[in-house]
T-cell receptor, first 115, second 113 residues
């Protein structure tokens, strides 16, 4: 069965600093990987996704993620964090075909930003 | 553009009561799903559907019922609410196919006393 691990429950960074959120997955085949962001009281918004091809994926809001098969990782990065980036971030892996597709989410990393 | 609409946004129930959480999408998506979100647990899949008339169980289906009579609607039923079902519930939809990003509603916060 697929699984996703986000090792950091809570990260605090200063505004303007760089950010890296870690995600490790367990999946037998080539994974479909996603990062979502959730602001307080809101649903989840897709930041970026990886299916195949270039292992460095660009997303919205200045985020990027790099797929590393050898490390089973899909870490999210941003060069300069803004106060509005404070939110909870979820990594997810997709499994199955068209008739049984499911997403498995990590437990999330809460990001706090210090002004 | 409404996207995925969930009602109600908040609800308090007593143990043993029944309730239906509503979910509707206007994007003609085949795939719809229900998740529950609990602190420190991430999102866990309850039930999902790949089209009208087709539903299947996810990771935590016990205590919940679903049906899919139309493409647009995917209600989630709690037949006899229990305190363990206190959670935030999210509905999501997407086109079918592996790797399609899911669009989420804003959630229903449910408390069971």
């Amino acid at each position: 069965a697929q699984s996703v691990t986000q090792p950091d429950i809570h990260i605090t960074v200063s505004e303007g600093a760089s950010l890296e959120l870690r995600c490790n997955y367990s999946y037998g085949a080539t994974p479909y990987l996603f990062w979502y962001v959730q602001s307080p009281g809101q649903g989840l918004q897709l930041l970026l996704k990886y299916f195949s091809g270039d292992t460095l994926v660009q997303g919205i809001k200045g985020f990027e993620a790099e797929f590393k098969r050898s490390q089973s990782s899909f870490n999210l990065r941003k060069p300069s964090v803004h106060w509005s980036d404070a939110a909870e971030y979820f990594c997810a892996v997709g499994e199955g075909g068209a008739g049984s597709y499911q997403l498995t989410f990590g437990k999330g990393t809460k990001l706090s930003v210090i002004p | 553009n409404a996207g995925v609409t969930q009602t109600p946004k908040f609800q308090v129930l007593k143990t043993g009561q029944s309730m239906t959480l509503q979910c509707a999408q206007d994007m003609n998506h085949e795939y719809m799903s229900w998740y529950r979100q609990d602190p420190g647990m991430g999102l866990r899949l309850i039930h999902y559907s790949v089209g009208a008339g087709i539903t299947d169980q996810g990771e935590v289906p016990n205590g919940y019922n679903v049906s899919r009579s139309t493409t647009e609607d995917f209600p989630l039923r709690l037949l006899s609410a229990a305190p363990s079902q206190t959670s935030v519930y999210f509905c999501a939809s997407s086109t079918n196919g592996r790797g399609q990003p899911q669009h989420f509603g804003d959630g229903t916060r449910l408390s069971i006393l």
